[in-house]
């Protein structure tokens, strides 16, 4: 339809030209028209050039720009769920109780090692004669913070719930959590997410719906940024490795 319309008005803009210099015989109107379908048509092209290469290159640099800091906070969230599961079992839905785990608990370090002891069933079935059974050792060697494992001495997980370049300052991402049942077995699950119209809210409106469609293995596939997923067990972002070299 936008071809269309620009074939129509290039059509009645030449149209005109041509009927000025051959039925226009007054000079002094003759030229004030012609300056005015000149003007008309300098800008019709400025407005053609910004909406068919200026305007969707502009829209994917700043995408592309946008979409690395949204990434940066969801790897965040995830290795902070990644965490809290290690530690607990399961994932955290409520951002509170996820930053408190962070600045308060601590990962168990710990140490296995191969060993062996005598297996005294089988030692009295051989009258006596000492049959040994191989064991693992699990040694506790100390606890080390999760805050300074994940972060060190960065303190951005306080704000890592908020998403980056959105119109409201404190728009935060969807986290849920839960859990599967596969194979009889209760499953821990996640999901962070947030809608690209949200992180591009303030461009071009078809080239936003036109990014909502998007579907291939060099773009972000559907209308949102997220990662983990509560349709099935897993912890990766919908983004390709371009956006991210470490997933």
């Not at 109107?29 to 290159?57: D, H, M, Q, R, T």
């Not at 296995?112 to 191989?134: A, C, N, W």
Request: net charge negative.
């Amino acid at each position: 339809m936008q071809y269309l319309y620009i074939i129509l008005v290039l059509l009645i803009s030449g149209g005109l030209l041509y009927w000025i210099n051959t039925s226009f015989d007054h000079k002094k109107y003759k030229n004030i028209v012609l300056i005015g379908l000149w003007s008309f048509s300098a800008l019709f092209f400025y407005k053609i050039v910004n909406e068919f290469w200026l305007g969707p290159k502009n829209f994917e640099s700043v995408k592309e720009v946008r979409y690395q800091q949204v990434i940066k906070k969801l790897t965040d969230i995830r290795d902070s769920e990644l965490a809290f599961r290690s530690v607990n079992g399961q994932f955290e839905d409520n951002w509170d109780s996820l930053v408190k785990f962070i600045e308060v608990d601590s990962f168990t370090l710990t140490q296995r090692r191969d060993s062996s002891i005598i297996d005294k069933e089988l030692t009295r079935r051989y009258g006596g004669v000492k049959t040994y059974k191989d064991i693992v050792i699990v040694d506790t060697l100390g606890f080390v913070s999760v805050r300074d494992s994940l972060f060190g001495a960065d303190n951005r997980y306080l704000n890592m719930m908020y998403v980056p370049y959105a119109k409201e300052e404190n728009t935060m991402f969807e986290l849920r959590s839960g859990f599967l049942e596969q194979n009889d077995m209760d499953i821990p699950v996640f999901e962070a997410m947030v809608k690209k119209s949200i992180i591009l809210y303030d461009q071009d409106v078809n080239l936003m719906l036109t990014e909502n469609l998007v579907q291939g293995v060099n773009g972000v596939n559907g209308n949102t940024l997220k990662v983990g997923s509560m349709d099935e067990v897993n912890t990766n972002g919908n983004w390709p490795k371009n956006y991210k070299k470490e997933q």
